[in-house]
Structures are given as C-alpha cells and as structure tokens.
C-alpha cells in the first residue's frame, strides 16, 4: 500500500539541479589538468620509446653491415665513375659531399631501417627508378640520378603512415600550408631542405624523428678544418661510422643519434613537416626549439631547421647507446651561449670536451 501523501516530491529543484551541475563542472576542472599531465606523461614515454626502437634497429643494421647507417643517402662531387661491373642507370660517386641536388636518390635513414622496425613488407615494395627487384641502393657511395619521389611506386609507398614514426604528442598528420620536406641535406654553413609542395605534399607519410649530422654536418674536405669540423655528428650524408670508432672517439653515451622535431612551427598553422622518406638527418646548430612558442614573434619557437618538441620542458634523444635523455631548450637557440656549445658537445663525435652537461638533461627510462 502506498502511503506517501499527495504533496511528496519526486524529484530535483531546479536550484538542486544547478547546483549539482556546478559541482560536477568545478570537479571536472580541477581533474582535467591531473588528467591532461598523465596522458602527456604516457605520450612522453611512448615517444621515448619509439627514440629507442630506432637505436635498437640502428644497432641491429650495424650488426647486418659492420658499420652504421648514413644520415643520409644525398649528392657527392663530381667525377662520377661506372661501377664494375656496371649496373644500369647507377654510379659511384668519388669525391667528397658536392652539394645540394636533386639528381641523386636523396634517401633519409629511416627508409633504410623500415626492415629494422617490422616493417619489412614496406621496405620490399621500394624500387629503384629502373624498378629493379633488389630495392633500394643503400650502398656508401652508389647513386641512381633520380630522386626517390620521381619513382611512381615509392611516391605511393611513401605515403604510408607508420605510427612508430611519429610522437603521439604531436598532431604531425595535419595538413601543412607550404609542403613536406622531402630531402635535408647539410653542406659546409648552409643547412638546405626540399619539399613537396601542396597538395601532393600533404599525401606523405610523416615523421618527428631524424637523425643528428652533428653541429653542421659534413664540409667539403679540400675546406681548411675550420671551427666546426671536430663537431661532425654520427649520421651524415654518406657518412660509414662503427660503433668502435664512436666509443673510442667520443663515446657512444656522450653523442646523439636520433632527436625528435616538429619539422616545422608549433603555433597556428603548421607550414612544414618531415616525410620518412627522405628526411633523414638534420644539424643542432640552430638549437632546440619550443613548440609552444611563435616562431614569426619569438627566436626560440620552433622551425623546420631545429630539433623541436611538444612536450613541455624538454626535446628527446635517443644517443649512440641506445639511451633516451631529455634535453632541456635552455639557451640553445643563442649561437655560442654555453647551452649552445653543451648541444654541440652532445652532437659531435670528435670534440674531446668534457663539459659537465648533466644539468642541461632529465633521463626518460625506457626499459
């Protein structure tokens, strides 16, 4: 038997009801950000860890070859000489880096390290201009005369997406207003990049990682040694290092491999980005850049010429151990500050210093 009275309520006020919904609404503000720093902090380690996977598969390849990887595979100087025996449509260049083209493969590190990071599949289906089965030419000095996007079936197979490629903090996919760097190419105090413009540009696949070529990677050897030379980074334009010569030079533990950048600005609307392709290695000379800040309003925003990140204090690493350190913006940006010279001591392979950079990084355990 029901015996509630006539006048008994069954429900909310309205005043109940806002006030309810106020109480959910201050909760939920105070919970976003602890929410937000925890899913910035997994993507900070998925990202630490994908750094790592390419140390693990550039190891892997020095196994393979007894030598490590090029930064990349771009133009040498002239005199070009057949190779014996001969091979059609390919050459050996003799002579020492010649400068930006675009009559050469042009081909970034991680093209040839897709074999290395379970994507063997991928790596099988790139072909050489003569669609030759053998794939790709990874060899020190062996060049083809066309650049690896005028080859139909890799500019289709170029536009895969490969989640590994890219930090789950940046939104690297979105459409660019400019293009896609499609080669990087570093030559003497010029540091040079190519790109697809839009809009067969926004159909690559993209990437956040490229290897380091050090302070400003490899001058022409008939140049005096100059200021830069003892800060040549391990992954240059046709570069052959052992991890022997490393550790006796520098250490393996004391000088990067692989740095994570947005390929672009960080604030409003992206201008470039990196394909996997053929972006393989860039320079630190122009410093670290922050994601968060204009580039057009401040020095140390983030560009297409810098290692750069999203996250918020620092840029990640991966170095010749297979290591991931964070390395804090500092001053970098500024040419010759200290910070300046502690990044460049990081990114040479044959500077002797032995600066104490230890508060310039925090360490992103990857297990």
Excluded at 76 to 83: I, K, R, S, V
Excluded at 109 to 120: G, H, K, R, V
Excluded at 230 to 251: A, C, E, F, H, P
Excluded at 330 to 355: R, V
Aim: glycine content about 12%; overall charge positive.
């Amino acid at each position: 038997m029901d015996r509630r009275s006539r006048g008994a309520r069954l429900g909310f006020t309205l005043i109940e009801l806002l006030v309810v919904i106020a109480i959910i609404a201050i909760l939920m503000a105070l919970l976003l950000p602890a929410i937000q720093k925890v899913r910035e902090a997994a993507n900070k380690m998925l990202c630490a860890s994908n750094l790592k996977q390419l140390g693990i598969a550039t190891h892997n390849y020095h196994g393979d070859f007894n030598r490590l990887p090029a930064g990349q595979w771009n133009n040498g100087e002239a005199p070009y000489t057949p190779l014996n025996p001969p091979v059609a449509g390919k050459q050996r260049i003799s002579g020492p880096d010649g400068g930006f083209t675009f009559a050469a493969n042009n081909l970034g590190i991680l093209s040839c390290l897709l074999p290395y990071i379970e994507q063997d599949n991928l790596f099988k289906q790139l072909l050489d201009r003569n669609g030759s089965a053998d794939g790709l030419d990874f060899g020190l000095r062996v060049m083809t005369t066309t650049m690896w996007y005028q080859v139909s079936s890799n500019l289709t197979w170029g536009q895969t997406k490969i989640k590994m490629l890219k930090c789950p903090s940046d939104t690297v996919d979105e459409q660019t207003t400019n293009g896609v760097f499609i080669v990087l190419h570093c030559q003497g105090l010029t540091f040079t990049g190519g790109y697809l413009p839009n809009p067969q540009g926004n159909t690559l696949g993209r990437t956040n990682y490229v290897g380091c070529q050090g302070v400003i990677g490899r001058a022409s050897t008939e140049a005096p040694p100059g200021f830069y030379r003892k800060w040549y980074g391990m992954l240059m334009n046709r570069s052959d290092y052992t991890l022997g010569q490393i550790t006796v030079k520098d250490g393996t533990s004391n000088t990067i491999m692989f740095g994570e950048s947005l390929g672009g600005k960080g604030v409003g609307d992206r201008n470039f980005c990196y394909s996997w392709f053929g972006c393989g290695a860039m320079p630190t000379a122009w410093g670290l850049g922050k994601g968060n800040l204009d580039p057009a309003i401040s020095p140390g925003g983030a560009e297409w010429y810098r290692f750069s990140s999203r996250h918020a204090a620092v840029v990640q690493f991966c170095f010749g151990d297979g290591s991931v350190r964070g390395l804090r913006h500092g001053t970098t940006t500024t040419f010759f500050s200290p910070d300046w010279y502690i990044l460049a001591q990081l990114s040479g392979i044959n500077d002797g210093d032995n600066n104490d950079w230890s508060s310039s990084w925090t360490r992103c355990r990857v297990r």
